[in-house]
């Protein structure tokens, strides 16, 4: 059964930057496993961020960034904002099917 | 605009099934595939399958495989998700999303329906 591994919680101070990964049980993760960010806050419906590794969306704000990173897929919040404050997920591609990571929760403090 | 919306919330008995429907607007409805995730409370999303608006192909999750059916009406606009043997552990926010198809690119999600199996 595949794996995808995000950091359980992250705790980032209002201005600072901070990078989440997103790590694949069959190893290192390409372009090829088009990963997908999303954004959770309490009560709502995810909302996504970026698409097949590093393409925002027209309301992503630009200090979102996703890349590939030692292997694994990254998304960095340069500038933190308060309401940034949120669980963040990753999708990844297995030829035909889609796994989630376990979310990481990020803490801006 | 796109949107996605989705029907209300479900209460079901333990075997039961339900369906869950995910009606698009403001696109192209066949040049899309979509997508169900689910969400049970405090726990990660799950990804459960996909079907091609176009045509209507699908694709399902191992774990859901045998109990979940996706399909697709291009004259309504909507996609259909079935669960059936339904056990307190399928009780969860149910997600529609939108992707192009073959790109990886999701976009648009429905508002979600939570479904409630309890006897």
């Known amino acids: 059964q595949t794996v995808v591994t995000q950091e359980p919680s992250l705790t980032v101070s209002p201005g600072g930057t901070v990078t989440l990964t997103c790590t694949s049980s069959t190893g290192t993760v390409t372009s090829a496993y088009y990963p997908n960010w999303f954004q959770q806050k309490p009560g709502q419906a995810p909302r996504t961020l970026i698409y097949s590794t590093g393409n925002k969306h027209s309301w992503t704000p630009a200090r979102f960034s996703g890349s590939l990173l030692g292997g694994k897929a990254a998304l960095t919040l340069s500038g933190v904002q308060p309401e940034d404050e949120a669980e963040y997920y990753c999708l990844l591609f297995y030829g035909g099917d889609w796994v989630f990571g376990g979310g990481t929760k990020l803490i801006v403090l | 605009q796109v949107q996605l919306v989705q029907s209300g919330a479900e209460v079901k008995k333990p075997g039961a099934s339900v369906t869950v429907s995910c009606k698009a607007s403001?696109?192209?409805?066949?040049?899309?595939?979509i997508h169900w995730v689910r969400q049970a409370p405090g726990q990660t999303l799950e990804w459960m399958g996909w079907v091609n608006a176009g045509n209507g192909n699908t694709k399902y999750s191992q774990k859901f495989q045998g109990r979940v059916t996706i399909t697709r009406d291009t004259s309504a606009s909507a996609a259909y998700m079935e669960l059936s043997s339904l056990r307190s552990e399928d009780t969860a926010v149910y997600y529609c999303?939108?992707?192009?198809?073959?790109?990886?690119?999701?976009?648009?999600w429905g508002q979600g329906t939570l479904v409630t199996v309890s006897s």
């Open positions: 403001g696109y192209t409805f066949t040049s899309y595939g």
């Open positions: 999303a939108r992707e192009l198809h073959d790109s990886g690119n999701f976009d648009y």
